[in-house]
């Protein structure tokens, strides 16, 4: 029953010609109190990166703006998938205190083991989705000897575009830097905790967004290639261009990824799309981020936002 009045609602709806989907790193999106079960005291105002309500209250403004430049002219995107979140008093506040509550969004957000308190969310338009349910995936980090690492978010509803459920996975994997091959070991092990996912949900319409760490051609999207379809840029033409959503030690890359299921595809946009908003840019066109180490800098964040398009058919 739930279901059907679940459907009945969304097909009553004046639904817009397509829904988009965007993903994001936000880049620290730390409120200004101290968590006694995290590592946050460096995002405080007495921290080393000095983090007041100034700063927070501009940046939750700033990233308010940016979903609104990812709307342009249509609705808001039907769903924003972020990372580096720190916990619900961050979504709430964006989501109800700052200029994006006109936007009436709800969100998704489960505590995770991070030591940092880092963790991925989403936020969605309840007239353009519905959600039918949602679990955190826990990474066995620590029984391999590993610094726990940020869960992977699953959530399922309806959506007009679509007659069946959609199935929506958020990830954000271990960094790199600095990592050798312990970190490379340990991004495995999430990446084969995500394919333990994926297999469960054979056959069914999944996007999975996220930070992975990774460019395009890492080998850990081997195993996942085998299952979804990558959206980002794959040959070494569009590769080698002045491109991305990250840029580090002047190089760009796509660290952020956007990939489908095989029956999601004829209703999905082909490629995706890279917000490079002035605003979210530097003189030298690189993302303007809000910290460089513990000095900062007053952007927005080190990543670029990325989205695509649910069709109607």
Not at 101 to 129: C, K, N, T
Not at 148 to 161: E, F, N, V
Request: charged letters at 25%.
């Amino acid at each position: 029953m739930r279901y059907i009045l679940a459907l009945l609602m969304l097909l009553s709806c004046s639904a817009p010609r397509a829904q988009r989907i965007a993903w994001w790193n936000v880049e620290n999106l730390f409120d200004c109190q101290h968590d006694s079960l995290k590592e946050d005291q460096e995002f405080l105002p007495e921290g080393s990166y000095h983090w007041t309500r100034r700063r927070y209250w501009k940046k939750l403004d700033d990233l308010s703006r940016t979903i609104a430049a990812i709307a342009g002219d249509d609705a808001w995107p039907m769903v924003v998938g972020m990372c580096e979140v720190e916990n619900d008093t961050v979504l709430r506040d964006l989501t109800r205190r700052s200029p994006l509550r006109r936007a009436r969004y709800s969100y998704i957000h489960e505590e995770g083991p991070d030591v940092r308190g880092i963790d991925v969310a989403m936020l969605y338009d309840s007239l353009q989705f519905h959600p039918l349910g949602h679990k955190a995936v826990r990474i066995p980090s620590a029984e391999q000897g590993y610094r726990p690492t940020r869960d992977i978010l699953h959530a399922w509803g309806l959506c007009p575009t679509l007659s069946d459920t959609l199935h929506i996975i958020i990830a954000h994997l271990p960094s790199r830097a600095g990592s050798g091959r312990e970190g490379d070991a340990h991004r495995k092990l999430t990446v084969a905790t995500l394919c333990n996912l994926l297999d469960e949900l054979e056959g069914k319409s999944v996007l999975l967004m996220g930070d992975f760490n990774a460019e395009p051609t890492d080998k850990i999207f081997r195993e996942i290639g085998k299952r979804l379809t990558s959206l980002m840029p794959q040959d070494r033409k569009e590769l080698r261009q002045e491109q991305g959503t990250y840029y580090f030690q002047k190089v760009w890359g796509f660290l952020d990824h956007i990939l489908v299921s095989p029956s999601l595809l004829p209703f999905i946009s082909k490629r995706i799309s890279v917000g490079r908003f002035p605003f979210l840019l530097t003189e030298k066109g690189t993302p303007s981020r809000t910290f460089q180490g513990p000095i900062y800098k007053g952007g927005i964040s080190d990543h670029l936002p990325i989205w695509v398009d649910l069709l109607s058919k």
